[in-house]
């Protein structure tokens, strides 16, 4: 018995360390099913083409699966993933507590300081840039330009929300199924919080003055909210409550709405002839405001990181390379066309003069410049972040205040009294949390 | 008499199941109270200060907690009463005689085969969405304005999604019990005058309603302490076993005709004896298709209630249908208005990406190799401690039971990072043996106490004749109590087979790429940008077709194991 069990322990190590020698490395890459994501998973092979030693897994998930499972092996150092997707609001937390690979070691060919200055702004802590930017994206007016015409009116570069306002009303015509306005109302700290703050930065509104006390129960705060649910009841789609950027995404290629403002990455969606039914009829303006000095858009960058703690971060931080390099984008380009590659992360993209011939590209990268994280508001605030507020308790208090928002917007709950709620339960948490003493 | 010898053997058998459901238990819940009572926020590590009270304090004055807490209440009484009403009504309409019950009771058992991710994504995004959605297209296409479910009726929405998903264990149960109702005593109530109304009214309801099969929807919640009266049963002194969850009542009343049925007749009461009880039970099964066919059924009857039967099975089985037909458009023609139902150029061009973009066989493996893994470590565990709870019961037998079935109530969100952490320390996370052991744990209680139920209904005589015959513990449970428990297990093999294979939360959290079952396989397609419903449609219908077909094969046995308990 003995002898035998020997053998077979002998075999099982032999065959585990051959194993071993014969299979390359492994990664696995968690991410979001977003179409870039996805186009990055299908070109698979041309990585592990170059790199044989490197086998990539993917673990595509929806994005708030994808965040609460990468926010739990992050902070329980669980170890499952080589490289996350993360968004910026994680990466300078995560980048401060120490829990991110340093990426400034990067090979010379990647050319870091390509890099658009206000995207690797927020990915740097102290110096150190702790993610590489797949695609960044700041947010814009997108809009029928029939429609548009139809209702006699023309759609300046840099619009005020007055005349959003306007036009959408102008342009609804519930008969046919066409809203003036789509805009995100499904409650969520990454969905109606961040079109919403956004806004409310161009109403001259701000969540915490310097001494962290909440502001929702301002007047700049209630003129946002009021404009935006009564745009919504006059000229947005029903059901408006529930949608979220991919559900405003179907409306508008559906031909469904007259404007939608959100995401630039979704220009390449909505011109995309497989796609959108009105694909050769869209026009692009900057976020409005109301001449307050700040706009209603917002700065986002979908990254590449490495957790600390890989036992593989040589082979992850070639995959990074590879996936946000300049190479990339010319192969993307290459198979399905300059319009589909990851935009915003790269001066050299906008440089290039193919790209310049993309219908959306002069507006994204007028949007990503006008955004300032790091000053996002009209009043000073002691925050970075423009639809976010950089620190840990936002995700919790904002997917709560969201939802006195999306209630508002439903109707089921006042304007006034969603302020209220919000103000409270913000102030409960801050306190809670140490920001402020009550 | 039990015998020492079989007391200790008892002892040894239950403690596997009561150990490992004492860790499950002991080792998340102390960690959790251990971090409630600190300042503990997973994103700021090294923050930890004690809390004292104060998280618990934060949480009672937060209002949102009695909204929730209302909320949960609203949702759970309202699942109750639709799927009791639902099930009933349903149950009755089946157990009629028409033409094609066998298909439409396939159709009416199907959605309980639905992984729940699944049926939320379709019903919430292809029929309640208010724009695309079906109910949509529906109101349009009656001059109506569409209804926005999830804004304006988001609870009855949900209350709506739940009951559909439930209403067919219900009326699988209840069916069960209406069949093991004594046939006899319905057509003497007849001959007597009695007429529909009065025999639904007197004998069925009763029968149903004795001690209360209607949370049976929610098996893992059931716990009703009704029914404490004591039954003497097998020549020893059976302990008090309140009916945790109706399933046990359904088997019982399978064997003896419901208890308040009985009593409504003093005659029967005698009838304590099992040996009496089981040769006329055995007798009525068998004669179960006779007397359908003696049942006096006029064709103008016959033919309505095929038409009422067939028009319900087809409208709830048609979600299931709707989303394998939308998998077979394209994403333009899946949310295109009016929708077209087959008239649409069919294309596989769907499930072409699906397979492209992942693994489906990975996952289905997964799927397979986690689901029939625990549940069969779940009933090597369970066999053992089943048996020793019902043919050696003790005073405390009981109150072990509940306990069990109590760990069932741990809210798994509560007790996610400290499994985590344990699964990260011991290299579980990510694999199929974690999985294995996770839904072994969580589905043990459900196991043993199925199993339990089962057994007790084998008469006790047999055992005991064996055992003076010299039989050992172990050949006991080979040759006499296994062979005689066959039907109980299978069915409990399924149901456990189909809960894990649907079970959600765990499976999605301690995996990421090598173990990740076809829940992990739907999430990537839940909402993605841009359009999705029918590439939604493929995957899930990918994910629930092994399971299905299996459900619906498998459906006669599962029936069977419920109505006749263990013993032939």
Redesign the interface.
Known sequence: MKTRLGTLTGAVAATCLLATAAAAETLTIATVNNGDMIRMQGLTDEFTAQNPDIELEWVTLEENILRQRVTTDIATKGGQYDVMTIGTYEVPIWGRQGWLVGLNDLPESYDVDDLLPAIRGGLTVDGELYAAPFYGESSMVMYRTDLMAQAGLEMPDAPSWDFIAQAARAMTDTDNEVYGICLRGKAGWGENVAFITATANSFGARWFDENWNPQFDGEAWSNTLNFYIDLMNDAGPPGASSNGFNENLALFQTGKCGMWIDATVAASFVTNPNDSTVHDRVGFALAPDNGLGRRGNWLWAWSLAIPAGSEKIESAKKFIAWATSKEYLALVASKEGWANVPPGTRTSLYENPEYAKVPFAKMTLDSINAADPTSPTVDPVPYVGIQFVAIPEFQGIATAVGQQFSAALAGSMAVDEALANAQALTVREMTRAGYIDN | MATQHSRVNARLLISPAVLLLLGWMLIPLGLTVYFSLLRY?????GMEQWAGL?NYR?FLT???FFAALSNTLLLVGGVLVITIVGGVSLALLLDQLFWGRGIVRVLVIAPFFIMPTVSALVWKNMFM????GLFAHAAKGLGL??F?F???APLFSIVLIVSWQWLPFATLILLTALQSLDSEQLEASEMDGANYRNRFLFIVMPHLSDPDPDDLPAVDLCRDPGDHERRPRHGFDQPDLPDLCPIAPAVRRGRRGGRRSRRDHPGQRRRDLPDADDRQESGRLRGREDQDMARNVTPTRKAVVTIVAWTIGLAIFFPILWTILTSFKT??EA?ASPPSFVLFDWTVENYAIVQ???NYFRHFLNSVIISIGSTALGLVIAIPAAWSMAFVPTKRTKHVLMWMLSTKMLPPVGV??PI??I??DAGL??TQVGLVIVLTLINLPIIVWMLYTYFREIPVDILEAARMDGATLRSEIVHILAPMAVPGIASTLLLNIILAWNEAFWT??LT???A?PLT?FI??????????YAKLSAASTLAIAPILIMGWFSQRQLVRGLTFGAVK
Not at chain 2, 129 to 132: A, C, G, L, T, W
Request: aromatic share 10%.
């Open positions: 926020n997973l994103l700021m590590p104060d934060y937060d209002p949102a969405n208010p724009v695309s304005e569409p926005d999830l804004a304006h994403e333009a949310i492209e973009r992942s996610l990072v985590y952490l699964f990260r996370l990510d999605l959290n990421a790429a090598k990740a992990a999430a990537a397609y839940s909402s993605p940008e841009g359009l999705f």
